[in-house]
């Protein structure tokens, strides 16, 4: 880690100094433990702010939209893909950015930590050789990193950046995971069932829009959910079927967009499940489109562009 | 007075008879202030609940009133919530926030009879925190994790009794069934070890903000300091004190209500006028107001920070932009006179 820490340093600083590029938009140090914070960086000495880590959990596409100036931005797996859908949509300019691309081992979902620890209170950790060190009042627990990364991290094909100008350090193993058991589960459930768990998750919703917000691909400029004529759905969060139709929507909004980032389920500070149902979706468009959001400049996208029937479903790069 | 665990559940029981009783209840692994129907629903060893108790005052969704069109005009029902409640088991740095937005929702200019029928009908138990966590800065605010302002009744948890400090006479009302003992004196001194344990572990400082906000509002600080901020309103709606609402008309056919919702000065839509301009266009104005309204418009307006110290802001937000660090950074400045 500290390894990719120098070299991000190093290749920002560079970027800055020679004028290729105004702002680099990265990660700093964040303020609570296991995080890391976005951050935007526009003079070479300031360069030696930006790290990596195991918090580095946003997804930096999200800064990158419509930008006047040249902009280099570090990005993972997921970044690099988002950017790429972004570029389709004429949302990013490619001529305008340079791609620091960095090899993902996953990053640390503190949510878990949370579940984990049960009630007490993460004051300071550490990741050493594929073990986290938990660090509180009156504990220290060891835990295999494994343990803690995101879900999304887990079953993640694409940990190596798609698009990038510059690599830093070596690509790592793609996982081995099984194709989709994650959704089957919520396939096998009767539309009743499937629609009792959504009306439960987002029962909780409390209309703060940190999903929407933080999908670099919702940048609609007046969302649907904002309409007053005609108003699609009601304001208010009376009824909890309003809060289910807003995120049936935006995942049907995100069909062959969304590459499963996670960063909405990230972001929900009320810790709804809301990647089920993106999840469905990126499943539902490789078997129908064979389209895999993101990992080609390419390939059309497939709800713009006719379709290509023949396209076999694909899981991961090897087609399996 | 002293009170052993098992008979604060049995207490409750016998106040949910009589009273709506609030309480933080575990949902997956944070916790919510609810309505319970038994006493044993209550779990009160947490450190602060997700969205805070100001939901029970001021609910995320209200009605405040529903219409019927008829032929020979139209029917108002009128909504009010005029029922007994209870919020056991709140922090003093949310029992401080309802302090703040009795100015807001009964000032001089404004009566909000929703908020002020339930607030008046409402007791208020507080919880002492024996181990505040280390994004809690209320001590700053001039709070503190056993403060009682605002309270009626104060919980003290020495293991496996609470010490009950009595408040107001509506406190001790609710005492009245119960035949208490008095707090002996090793109680009282298993509280007072309690209380000073629960040290803070952040001080934020507000020396001389105030003054500085009043100058710096076409300060380039403000282009920069915001940029992570993805607009979304994690930190308002679980904010002890924002209390910015929308009311819009939800009506079917002939029929509907008047509803009151919380709204962010985090959202683009919260200023766009009719006319399509927005005075505040970007993220810039407003994360600017949202520092402001805080820090400088309530100090003008209520003599008061927004504010209790209570984290929720730093640990919902997505992009971990820190309040604390964000007023560090303001202080930290230069001073410039106020020119565009």
Request: aromatic share 8%; glycine share 6%; net charge negative.
């Amino acid at each position: 880690m500290s390894e990719l820490t120098r070299a991000i340093q190093e290749t920002a600083q560079k970027l800055l100094q020679n004028r290729e590029v105004e702002l680099v938009v990265g990660f700093a140090e964040g303020s609570l433990p296991l995080r890391n914070t976005p951050c935007f960086v526009r003079q070479p000495e300031e360069a030696q702010k930006l790290v990596w880590g195991y918090g580095c959990e946003n997804n930096l596409a999200n800064y990158l939209r419509k930008r006047p100036e040249k902009v280099a931005v570090v990005a993972k797996g997921c970044d690099s893909r988002s950017i790429v859908e972004l570029i389709k949509e004429n949302q990013i300019d490619r001529d305008k950015l340079v791609v620091i691309g960095v090899p993902c081992r996953g990053m640390i979902d503190r949510k878990k930590v949370t579940h984990l620890l049960a009630g007490k209170e993460l004051l300071e950790a550490e990741v050493r050789d594929g073990q986290v060190v938990l660090k509180g009042k009156e504990f220290n627990e060891t835990v295999p990193l494994e343990q803690l990364l995101y879900d999304t991290c887990l079953t993640c094909q694409h940990p190596n950046p798609v698009l990038f100008d510059i690599m830093m350090g070596e690509p790592v193993p793609v996982k081995e995971t099984e194709c989709f058991a994650d959704v089957a589960n919520f396939e096998t459930k009767a539309p009743a069932e499937k629609r009792a768990y959504l009306m439960q998750e987002l029962s909780r919703c409390i209309r703060c829009y940190a999903c929407r917000q933080a999908c670099p691909m919702c940048f609609c400029e007046e969302c649907f959910v904002d309409c007053s004529m005609p108003q699609w759905l009601s304001k208010s969060s009376l009824n909890v079927q309003d809060n289910v139709f807003f995120q049936a929507v935006r995942a049907l909004h995100l069909a062959g967009r969304c590459v499963d980032c996670g960063a909405c389920d990230r972001a929900c500070p009320m810790g709804i499940d809301l990647r089920t149902l993106t999840r469905k979706m990126v499943k539902d468009v490789q078997e129908l489109f064979g389209y895999t959001a993101g990992v080609s400049l390419d390939q059309k996208p497939p709800l713009a562009a006719p379709i290509n029937t023949t396209s076999p479903a694909t899981c991961n790069q090897d087609g399996r | 007075m002293l009170v052993n665990k098992g008979q604060f559940t049995d207490w409750l029981n016998q106040l949910i008879q009589v009273y709506q009783v609030y309480a933080p209840v575990k949902e997956d692994d944070y916790f919510c202030f609810k309505k319970i129907n038994s006493g044993d629903q209550a779990t009160l060893n947490y450190t602060n609940s997700k969205v805070p108790p100001k939901e029970v005052l001021f609910p995320r969704s209200e009605k405040l009133f529903c219409y019927r069109c008829e032929n020979d005009g139209v029917q108002l029902t009128e909504q009010i919530d005029e029922s007994k409640k209870i919020i056991v088991g709140l922090r003093p740095c949310d029992a401080k926030s309802f302090l703040l937005l009795d100015g807001v929702f009964n000032s001089d200019k404004y009566h909000d009879p929703y908020y002020l029928i339930r607030r008046n009908n409402t007791v208020l138990v507080g919880l002492g925190c024996n181990q505040p966590a280390a994004t809690c800065f209320c001590t700053s605010l001039g709070g503190g994790p056993f403060a009682t302002e605002g309270l009626d009744l104060l919980l003290v948890d020495i293991g496996d009794r609470y010490v009950v400090e009595v408040l107001t006479d509506r406190g001790r009302e609710l005492l009245s069934g119960m035949e208490l003992p008095a707090a002996n004196q090793e109680a009282q001194e298993a509280a007072r070890i309690v209380k000073e344990g629960a040290a803070l572990s952040t001080q934020v400082n507000l020396e001389g903000l105030k003054s500085k906000l009043d100058v710096i509002f076409y300060d380039p600080i403000w282009d920069l300091i915001h940029e992570k901020c993805l607009g979304c309103a994690a930190c308002t709606y679980t904010c002890p004190t924002c209390h910015c609402f929308d009311i819009v008309d939800e009506a079917e056919g002939n029929e509907g209500c008047r509803i009151r919702n919380w709204d962010a000065c985090m959202f683009p839509l919260f200023t766009l006028h009719g006319s399509g301009h927005n005075p505040r266009p970007t993220g810039k104005e407003r994360f600017r107001q949202r520092v402001m309204h805080k820090f400088k418009y309530f100090v003008d307006n209520f003599n008061a920070i927004a504010c209790v110290g209570c984290g929720r802001c730093i640990i919902n937000c997505p992009v971990n932009l820190d309040i604390r660090e964000v007023l560090a950074e303001i202080q930290g400045s230069e001073v410039r006179s106020d020119k565009q």
